[in-house]
């Protein structure tokens, strides 16, 4: 029994200790003592504290960075709008700068093309130049060096042009192409040329109607003439332009045209009827020499039989 009663008052004093460490002492001075009931209390208190002071500096660090979120896209809203309008009221000056760009570079591209056709133009000329002067080389070098009678040389032209005529043809097609060539060019360029001026002053003159009273109306008609201009196609204007503009080949043309008129074949005969009636005449005047210089002969022989 006294066994069991130590044990009893044993196992009360660590109760009764394990409690004072627990929830603290008090003396009989009056000093407390405090346990860990206490410390934790405080520190509760403490982290109920530091997380309100930690909530409200959240709260306040929200609501600022919202205000600078806002502020940062109402000036970003406003940029964009302002660029997005800046960039409206720049794109029919970009549409017709490019429309403008466009025009020039064809408009460069067919000067280009003009420049080789009017380089193969005066080589063709320079070529049927130089083919031309052959039978005169040739009836010159018959008349003065080997001394030939000038109805003798004539006899040989028609070998000579028939000679020639194979050469003298093809150089004549390609002289033709390249004048039509020089000519659709030309007018193309001038088209482009308009075209180009037209885009470039777009802007310009819409930017004067805009301080008119009818500015609507105005700018509608603007808009309508530079698309109506815009839409013409260029390569229509080169239909039927094909005349050349060079003397010597409006007289081949023309030549050529003669021939495409003869409705029948006997208006081909009359037109062919003139031209062998010019080489009788020719063959006329050379049998006239002929008898002349036969009964000069005949008249100095006889002259020579009376001496």
């Given at each position: 029994?006294?066994n069991?009663?130590?044990?009893?008052?044993?196992?009360?004093?660590?109760i009764?200790?394990l409690y004072?460490?627990i929830?603290?002492?008090?003396?009989?001075?009056?000093?407390?003592?405090?346990?860990?009931?206490?410390?934790?209390?405080?520190c509760y208190d403490?982290?109920?504290?530091n997380?309100?002071?930690?909530?409200?500096?959240f709260?306040?660090?929200?609501t600022?960075?919202e205000k600078d979120?806002?502020?940062f896209?109402?000036?970003?809203?406003n940029d964009?709008?302002e660029?997005?309008?800046?960039?409206?009221?720049?794109?029919p000056?970009?549409?017709s700068a490019?429309?403008?760009?466009?025009?020039?570079?064809?408009r460069?591209?067919?000067?280009?093309?003009r420049?080789?056709?009017?380089?193969t133009?005066?080589?063709a000329?320079?070529v049927?130049?130089?083919?031309?002067?052959?039978?005169v080389?040739?009836?010159s070098l018959l008349l003065f060096?080997?001394?030939?009678?000038?109805?003798e040389v004539i006899?040989?032209?028609?070998?000579?042009?028939?000679?020639?005529?194979?050469i003298?043809?093809?150089?004549?097609?390609?002289?033709?192409?390249s004048?039509k060539?020089?000519n659709q060019?030309k007018?193309?360029?001038e088209?482009y040329?308009?075209k180009?001026?037209?885009?470039?002053?777009y802007?310009?003159?819409s930017r004067?109607?805009?301080?008119?009273?009818?500015?609507?109306?105005?700018?509608?008609?603007?808009?309508?003439?530079?698309?109506?201009t815009?839409?013409?196609?260029?390569?229509?204007?080169i239909?039927g332009f094909n005349?050349?503009?060079y003397?010597m080949?409006?007289?081949i043309?023309?030549f050529?045209?003669?021939?495409k008129?003869?409705?029948?074949?006997?208006?081909?005969?009359?037109?062919?009827?003139?031209i062998?009636?010019?080489?009788?005449?020719?063959?006329?005047?050379?049998n006239?020499?002929?008898?002349?210089?036969?009964?000069l002969s005949k008249?100095?022989n006889e002259?020579?039989?009376?001496?």
């Amino acid at each position: 029994m006294q066994n069991f009663k130590a044990k009893s008052l044993e196992r009360r004093n660590e109760i009764k200790e394990l409690y004072n460490e627990i929830f603290g002492t008090k003396t009989e001075e009056g000093e407390e003592t405090e346990g860990l009931k206490d410390e934790l209390d405080a520190c509760y208190d403490k982290l109920a504290e530091n997380f309100e002071k930690l909530k409200k500096d959240f709260i306040e660090l929200k609501t600022s960075k919202e205000k600078d979120f806002n502020d940062f896209k109402s000036l970003k809203e406003n940029d964009f709008n302002e660029l997005k309008a800046k960039i409206q009221s720049l794109l029919p000056g970009a549409m017709s700068a490019g429309l403008s760009s466009a025009y020039n570079q064809k408009r460069r591209l067919e000067e280009k093309i003009r420049g080789k056709a009017e380089t193969t133009f005066n080589i063709a000329i320079i070529v049927l130049v130089v083919i031309s002067a052959i039978p005169v080389g040739i009836a010159s070098l018959l008349l003065f060096k080997m001394k030939l009678d000038v109805l003798e040389v004539i006899k040989y032209l028609p070998q000579l042009l028939g000679l020639i005529v194979p050469i003298y043809a093809p150089v004549v097609w390609v002289g033709l192409t390249s004048s039509k060539k020089v000519n659709q060019s030309k007018r193309l360029i001038e088209e482009y040329a308009h075209k180009e001026a037209i885009s470039k002053t777009y802007e310009g003159l819409s930017r004067e109607v805009s301080k008119l009273d009818d500015e609507e109306n105005l700018k509608e008609r603007l808009l309508f003439n530079i698309i109506s201009t815009s839409a013409e196609n260029p390569g229509k204007l080169i239909q039927g332009f094909n005349k050349p503009d060079y003397p010597m080949l409006e007289i081949i043309d023309k030549f050529t045209k003669l021939l495409k008129t003869a409705k029948s074949t006997d208006e081909l005969q009359s037109i062919m009827d003139g031209i062998i009636s010019i080489g009788q005449n020719i063959t006329g005047y050379e049998n006239k020499i002929n008898k002349n210089e036969y009964k000069l002969s005949k008249d100095t022989n006889e002259d020579d039989e009376e001496a």
